[in-house]
């Protein structure tokens, strides 16, 4: 074909209308030609006239064709989007139906018969617990949680919890199905599974001291992603904010969205953040991390801190920066209620203060430093992620503690 009758067809293809009615069919102006080309261009123009009408006619079909592979194109990708979105929404339901299928086994033995030979022995009831109804299996990893939730009931017997004493009044059996709600891992269990773990699930997230610290509450339902570290909601008239994250699952969602929902939701450090990205697509809310800590998983949150703060999140919380377990670590001090919740900074164990040590990812040394800048808070309460909680009569005893604590780290070698 002529080369330019094969440009004016690649020109009229660019046109998606109607050429079989001459009326309606576009107009094509050719270049003029160089002058010394212009007999040749005139006679090809003039070879090809007489067969013009049979060239806008393959030029029409060709049209079509390229419209009819467009509008299948066009229909393929549309039935990709819509199975790709199916599919997504699938996953969801799944993941929605799993979360659902593992709240109501909690409370049931692990069935006898499983698809899972290994995870059938692993679901074996721990012989250190005492004989009756709870139970801790051979999946406890040891994160002390129900050991602080339920005291009079759990305990630690080799390097995992057991129960040495069963409920024996309804308060003792509500702390026990509150742990076995709480355990990261599904690891407590019961003999016979009990409509009372349905009002269990209702306490959740569980006032901590409505005296001393109102509108402060420990969520529970800790995950096995940050290794059980606990999570908070704090009531404020700014807007609610999450401490770190629990498990993900819609009960305890919908009661927290009973409470006025999550406003923030601050992550204390980079290892605790589990299921963030869940939550804060459930409450639209704008998650707070410090730009040291930030990760792969966390690069999308809404608040990067930047430099060594303090930063101030409404009128009565002040963020400080308190580098050491993690280079971005971040405690939230909640001035009205003296209470500072210190993530894995600094918190309370059977011996007294701890800093985890074994499980430090920047600096000891920069940890110690920066527990000595809590001297100059007006706290009484620690809320960590990992550990146990600690309450001080006041802000002398609290100093008297701390300075006991750092002095006793100054005989280490670091």
């Known amino acids: 074909m002529h080369t330019r009758t094969a440009s004016a067809i690649h020109q009229l293809s660019k046109f998606r209308t109607n050429v079989s009615d001459p009326k309606k069919r576009p107009r094509v102006f050719f270049p003029r030609p160089p002058a010394a080309a212009a007999h040749k261009a005139s006679a090809a123009v003039t070879s090809s006239s007489s067969s013009s009408s049979s060239i806008f006619k393959i030029d029409e079909e060709e049209e079509e064709e390229e419209e009819e592979e467009e509008e ?24 929605e139906e799993e979360e659902e299928e593992e709240e109501s086994r909690k409370g049931q033995p692990y069935p006898a018969t499983t698809s899972s030979p290994v995870s059938a022995s692993r679901r074996q009831r721990r012989p250190q617990n005492v004989d009756g109804d709870f139970f801790v299996d051979h999946t406890c990893i040891d994160c002390d949680t129900c050991r602080w939730m339920a005291p009079q009931i759990f305990t ?17 059996r509500l702390k026990a199905l509150q742990a076995l709600l709480s355990c990261p891992t599904s690891s407590i269990r019961t003999e016979k599974p009990g409509q009372d773990i349905l009002v269990a699930q209702k306490t959740f997230p569980i006032q901590i001291n409505e005296q001393r610290i109102p509108g402060v509450y420990h969520c529970g ?11 908070y909601l704090i009531i404020c008239p700014e807007g609610n904010i999450l401490v770190d994250s629990p498990r993900y699952t819609e009960r305890l969602a919908s009661n927290i969205e009973t409470m006025g929902g999550v406003r923030y939701m601050f992550l204390t450090h980079k290892d605790d953040v589990a299921d963030h990205e869940k939550w804060s697509k459930r409450f639209r809310c704008d998650r707070i991390l410090h730009s040291k800590d930030v ?11 930047e430099g060594n703060g303090p930063w101030n999140l409404g009128r009565d919380i002040e963020l400080v920066y308190t580098p050491g377990h993690s280079e971005g670590s971040v405690c939230l001090f909640n001035k009205p209620l003296k209470t500072l919740f210190t993530g894995d900074h600094l918190s309370m164990n059977e011996s007294g203060l701890s800093i985890f040590e074994r499980y430090n990812w920047f600096s000891v040394p920069m940890q110690l430093k920066s527990v000595r800048l809590l001297l100059e808070l007006d706290f009484e309460w620690i809320l960590p992620g990992h550990g146990r909680r600690a309450e001080f009569r006041d802000y002398e005893e609290k100093n008297s503690v701390l300075e006991a604590f750092l002095d006793a780290k100054l005989m280490q070698d670091y």
């Open 72 to 95: 299948e194109e066009e229909e393929e990708e549309e039935e990709e989007e819509e199975e790709e979105e199916e599919e997504e929404e699938e996953e969801e339901e799944e993941e």
């Open 156 to 172: 630690r017997v080799g390097d995992m919890s057991a129960v040495f004493k069963q409920p024996s009044s309804k308060e003792e």
């Open 221 to 231: 339902y800790h995950s096995a992603k940050s290794y059980g570290a606990a999570s």
């Open 295 to 305: 990760e792969f998983s966390t690069a999308d949150v809404e608040i990067k801190l």
